[in-house]
Structures are given as structure tokens and as C-alpha cells.
T-cell receptor
Framework: DGGITQSPKYLFRKEGQNVTLSCEQNLNHDAMYWYRQDPGQGLRLIYYSQIVNDFQKGDIAEGYSVSREKKESFPLTVTSAQKNPTAFYLC????????????FGPGTRLTVT | AQSVTQPDIHITVSEGASLELRCNYSYGATPYLFWYVQSPGQGLQLLLKYFSGDTLVQGIKGFEAEFKRSQSSFNLRKPSVHWSDAAEYFCAVGGISNTGKLIFGQGTTLQVKP
């Protein structure tokens, strides 16, 4: 079955540690996205990539980093510079034609204490 | 700047009653519009989308939405709500600067009373 996988479902870290969230897709989509979701704030775009080895900052990129070495994979690193990292993180992918229809993974809930 | 407003944070309806969730957008060009649904702790599922053409679009699970350019709205409707429809619903606008970026509203939580 084609889809997007995010692992792990739940992640716990101590403050000051970097943590990497995994996102893999087998939909053969060129574009991938990372969103952060906080209660009452909808989804906010962190980073997006429309092609391998290229990515752009979204609206809240500070304290995050990404890489896109393979078409299928778009890992997100939450660094110690992110002031409020506890959140629900969603990965999505889409084609790069005019549809812009994004398919979402199941999400990773990150808790930093 | 582009934006999406969902005026209702929380809505409660009785099972079998009709439903309308409101969405207003701000975007200079013709928008691509989407409605997504999210169950607790899960990812988002696309309900329906509008790109052009017929302003009344049909989606999955019996949902429909109507694009009204004059009102900058894209309201989601369902004639008869089922208990399984309880979830959070997000409206989004896309097609921004020829990228896949989506701007999401804050979401509306739907509660269904038996």
C-alpha cells in the first residue's frame, strides 16, 4: 500500500537534546512538507521540499533543520534552539503538478521535558 | 497576505442533524481550496477540494462544499451527521506562488450528540 510513514508515534526527549523525526513516502511524490500542530493553532509549515537536495523554509523554521537526500525521505531535526518543541508534527507529500493535493502521515507527538 | 478563517472553534450537533462548517479565505488570485478531517492523534484526510469549474463540489463520506467567490467562502456541509463524523475539520487554501504550500485555518472541532 502506498502512503506516508512517520516514526515513532511518540517521542520523549530531555531539554537541550536534538531529536530527528522520520518521514518516508512511497507515493513517488516530488514534494514533501513538515507541519507543526498546536492546540487551537491549526497547522503551521516548518519546511518544504519540491525536489531532492533542495528545500525552503516555511513560516516557523527557526530551531528546525531538514535534509532531502532521497526522494522518499524528508527527516526533520528539532534542535535545542527550538524554544517550545513539544507539539504534534505532521509530514505530508504531494505531486508538483497543479493539484497541490497533500497526503499526510499519521504524525509524531514529541514531548520535551 | 493569504489567510484562512474558521469562525467556529467548536460546534455540537445532534446525530442526524444537518451540518455546516464555515470557512473564509483571503487570497488575491483564484484559490485552490481544501477541506481536511482529523481524528484525535491522527493525520489529516482529504475530504474534498476545489480548483475550478462547478462551485459545488462533492467529497467523501457524504460531505459537500460550495465555493462562493463574492463572499470569499468555502463552507462545508453534510445533510445528516453520523456519530463517526466527530473530529476536527480544517479548511486550507493552496496554489500560493506556484508552490504546494497550504495555509490552514485554525480548525473546527465537531462534537456529535446521540
Amino acid at each position: 500500500d502506498g502512503g506516508i510513514t512517520q516514526s515513532p508515534k511518540y517521542l520523549f526527549r530531555k531539554e537541550g537534546q536534538n531529536v530527528t523525526l522520520s518521514c518516508e513516502q512511497n507515493l513517488n511524490h516530488d514534494a514533501m512538507y513538515w507541519y507543526r500542530q498546536d492546540p487551537g493553532q491549526g497547522l503551521r509549515l516548518i519546511y518544504y521540499s519540491q525536489i531532492v537536495n533542495d528545500f525552503q523554509k516555511g513560516d516557523i523554521a527557526e530551531g528546525y533543520s531538514v535534509s532531502r537526500e532521497k526522494k522518499e525521505s524528508f527527516p526533520l531535526t528539532v534542535t535545542s534552539a527550538q524554544k517550545n518543541p513539544t507539539a504534534f508534527y505532521l509530514c505530508a507529500s504531494s505531486t508538483t503538478d497543479t493539484s497541490y493535493e497533500q497526503y499526510f502521515g499519521p504524525g509524531t507527538r514529541l514531548t520535551v521535558t | 497576505a493569504q489567510s484562512v478563517t474558521q469562525p467556529d472553534i467548536h460546534i455540537t450537533v445532534s446525530e442526524g442533524a444537518s451540518l455546516e462548517l464555515r470557512c473564509n479565505y483571503s487570497y488575491g488570485a483564484t484559490p485552490y481550496l481544501f477541506w481536511y478531517v482529523q481524528s484525535p492523534g491522527q493525520g489529516l484526510q482529504l475530504l474534498l477540494k476545489y480548483f475550478s469549474g462547478d462551485t459545488l463540489v462533492q467529497g467523501i463520506k457524504g460531505f459537500e462544499a460550495e465555493f462562493k467567490r463574492s463572499q470569499s467562502s468555502f463552507n462545508l456541509r453534510k445533510p445528516s451527521v453520523h456519530w463517526s463524523d466527530a473530529a476536527e475539520y480544517f479548511c486550507a487554501v493552496g496554489g500560493i506562488s506556484n508552490t504546494g504550500k497550504l495555509i490552514f485555518g485554525q480548525g473546527t472541532t465537531l462534537q456529535v450528540k446521540p
